[in-house]
Structures are given as structure tokens and as C-alpha cells.
């Protein structure tokens, strides 16, 4: 897919508000925002950016662990992902590099396509305060593509939807500045702001199909 049009960029974050509200997942979901071009108010979107605050799963079946390092050569279900979960969707279960539940990438393959170009981001951290760290750590190491985009809205909280953050963004109603005016309002002077954005936007260029990208805070 090369992108979507504004309307089906909305009415497919409605479907994945759906499948956060009513279906089991891997990780409890607290809650769910869009940034970027859908925020903005773009026509088309080319890219759909969508941002999960999650919690850590600290206690569900760890005795289950075994089951699917057997099953499946997963380790950590019961621990990282709800085992129930595992047992209902195994065709969604997802492993790191290490062969451990990855909740993020589980999380993206209940709720994405692999051809769909849609952007997720999951963090057991609130959008802001993700946003502001994620800053401060690409300015460090000089890596802006580690840059999370401030422009958000959060559309879904603790199972309460936004109707009215919604219809906005459906209207194009809300009002951002341009990134590097984003930027620079958190800190940035005016070069580093444009420098910061060009590789924002590069990097974003780059992509292709469903990406998805976990921290932890």
C-alpha cells in the first residue's frame, strides 16, 4: 500500500480503537494515540502513526513458560504476554531476536497488516513523557531518528474513546506548527530544530509496510 486516504486512515484507526476495546491482547493497553500526518491533517496520509501506552505484565502464568518454549520456541509467554492470550491468538505470538515474547511486536501483529503502511510505537510510558525522553536521548548520541514526533492526540483512555478528539481529527480541525516549531519549543534552537526534522522526515521516507518499535521507560 502506498498510503491512505484520509477518511480510510481514520476509519482504520477506528478499527484498531475496536480491537484494543474488545479483544483480548498480549499486554493490558492504557492508551492510544495518533501523531503525524493524520494528526496534521493531511491528505493523504502517507504514513499512519500510531502510538500504544501499554502496561508491564507483572504477574499472570509464569508456569506457562514452558508450554510454548516447547510449542512454539517462545520463551516468556505467561511472563511479557498473557498466556491466555497465547493460547487464544498463536498466530499472533512474536519473538525478539533472543526468542523472547516481544509484547510490541505481538501487539502489531494482532493489530496491523504487514503490507499496511502504519507506523506503531508501544511504551509503557504516556505519549509526553516519551516524547520528552526519547529527545533527550537522541540528542546524546546525535541520532535524531530516534526522535519521537510531539504532534499527538490520544483518542483512547483506560477503555474511554474520544469522540470529540476523533471527529477532529476526521475534520482536520486541530492546529500543530511545523516540526522543527514543534521541536523548538521543546528546547531545540533553530538549526538543530531543522537539522532534527530533515532526518525525522528521512527516516520516515525509508520505511515501507507495517514498523513497529518497543520501549521501555
Known amino acids: 500500500m502506498s498510503g491512505f486516504s484520509r477518511d480510510d486512515a481514520v476509519d482504520r484507526v477506528e478499527a484498531i480503537l475496536e480491537t484494543v476495546d474488545s479483544e483480548p491482547l498480549p499486554v493490558p493497553v492504557r492508551e492510544v494515540w495518533i501523531y503525524g500526518d493524520l494528526a496534521l491533517g493531511l491528505d493523504p496520509v502517507d504514513r499512519l502513526d500510531v502510538y500504544l501506552t501499554k502496561d508491564v505484565l507483572?504477574?499472570?502464568?509464569?508456569?506457562?513458560?514452558?508450554?510454548?518454549?516447547?510449542?512454539?520456541?517462545?520463551?516468556?509467554?505467561?511472563?511479557?504476554?498473557?498466556?491466555?492470550?497465547?493460547?487464544?491468538?498463536?498466530?499472533?505470538?512474536?519473538?525478539?531476536a533472543n526468542g523472547h515474547a516481544a509484547p510490541e511486536k505481538c501487539l502489531a501483529a494482532q493489530l496491523?497488516?504487514?503490507?499496511?503502511?502504519?507506523?506503531?510505537?508501544?511504551?509503557?510510558?504516556?505519549?509526553?513523557?516519551?516524547?520528552?525522553?526519547?529527545?533527550?536521548?537522541?540528542?546524546?548520541?546525535?541520532?535524531?531518528t530516534q526522535l519521537l514526533d510531539p504532534r499527538g492526540v490520544c483518542l483512547w483512555s483506560d477503555g474511554v474513546h474520544s469522540d470529540d478528539a476523533l471527529e477532529k481529527v476526521r475534520n482536520s480541525e486541530l492546529a500543530f506548527p511545523t516540526l522543527s516549531g514543534a521541536l523548538e519549543m521543546l528546547g531545540m534552537d533553530d538549526a538543530e530544530a531543522r537539522e532534527a526534522a530533515e532526518a525525522v522526515h528521512a527516516w520516515r521516507d525509508e520505511q515501507a509496510g507495517a514498523t513497529v518499535r518497543g520501549d521501555v521507560l
Open 112 to 144: 496491523l497488516a504487514d503490507d499496511e503502511p502504519v507506523h506503531l510505537e508501544v511504551c509503557n510510558a504516556r505519549f509526553e513523557d516519551n516524547v520528552t525522553q526519547r529527545l533527550r536521548g537522541a540528542r546524546l548520541r546525535e541520532d535524531y
Open 58 to 96: 507483572m504477574r499472570d502464568e509464569p508456569e506457562a513458560e514452558a508450554e510454548f518454549e516447547e510449542s512454539h520456541g517462545v520463551r516468556g509467554v505467561g511472563k511479557s504476554v498473557r498466556a491466555e492470550w497465547a493460547r487464544a491468538h498463536p498466530e499472533y505470538l512474536r519473538a525478539n
